[in-house]
């Protein structure tokens, strides 16, 4: 496996459902992020790791739970979402975050349907 | 006000054109600009980035950054169907702890 990969790919989940969506990075890097890509919105960044601490929450509902075990993987748990919370959720790498140069890779997110 | 602002599309050439996509922004702390390409159903790839004025060029891509006028572009010459997808900008400054900041992307088709 190369580059960043997310798991699972598409998921349908009732608002009273618990789930989790993982992520892995095999780049190298130390800094994780999950964003949220919305229909005709942009990216929204959730959250940030950077060398497994936490260094950003964008103000996100604590519904939605990261967890960062390493620096090569990366959750995010989902509790009593709402339907509004359906989109496509994005999971990114790069070297380390606040570098001026952080250029982020990208895995092919999770469709996500909140019922 | 939006940090930036990306010509919303939808853009439609025809095969062969050459295609141009824009941003502006307002934060001048910016210094490291950067284009993704995303396709449907798909996450973002880099395709270029850049941390001056001027212009730099990737086979039939360009980048161009005019900080004086905090305006971006992203040139395509001979454009082909398979350019055919969504073009996100951009950027970030270190006083943003190197988060990036997107603009909200261009959808673009290119028709054979």
């Known amino acids: 496996e190369t580059g960043v990969t997310q798991t699972p790919r598409h998921l349908v989940m009732g608002m009273t459902n618990k789930k989790s969506l993982k992520c892995e990075q095999h780049?190298?890097?130390?800094?994780m992020y999950w964003y949220k890509q919305s229909a005709k919105k942009p990216l929204e960044l959730m959250f940030v790791?950077?060398?497994?601490?936490?260094?950003e929450n964008n103000s996100v509902p604590s519904r939605f739970s990261p967890e960062c075990p390493n620096s090569s993987h990366l959750f995010l748990h989902l509790h009593t979402l709402q339907p509004e919370d359906s989109a496509l959720y994005l999971c990114?790498?790069?070297?380390?975050?606040?570098?001026?140069?952080?250029?982020?890779?990208f895995g092919p997110g999770t469709r996500l349907t909140v019922l | 006000q939006k940090e930036v602002e990306q010509d919303p599309g939808p853009l439609s050439v025809p095969e062969g054109a050459i295609v141009s996509l824009n941003c502006t922004y307002s934060?001048?702390?910016?210094?490291?600009f950067m284009w993704y390409r995303q396709y449907s159903r798909k996450g973002p790839e880099l395709l270029m980035y850049t941390y001056s004025s001027g212009n730099k060029e990737d086979g039939r891509f360009t980048a161009q950054v005019d900080k004086s006028s905090k305006y971006i572009s992203l040139f395509i010459r001979d454009s082909q169907p398979s350019d055919s997808a969504t073009y996100l900008c951009?950027?970030?400054?270190?006083?943003?702890?190197?988060?990036?900041?997107f603009g909200d992307g261009t959808t673009l088709t290119v028709k054979p």
């Open positions: 951009a950027m970030s400054a270190k006083t943003n702890a190197g988060k990036s900041t």
């Open positions: 790791y950077n060398f497994k601490e936490q260094t």
């Open positions: 780049l190298g890097h130390n800094a």
């Open positions: 934060n001048s702390a910016f210094q490291y």
């Open positions: 990114a790498s790069s070297q380390v975050a606040g570098g001026l140069t952080d250029t982020q890779y």
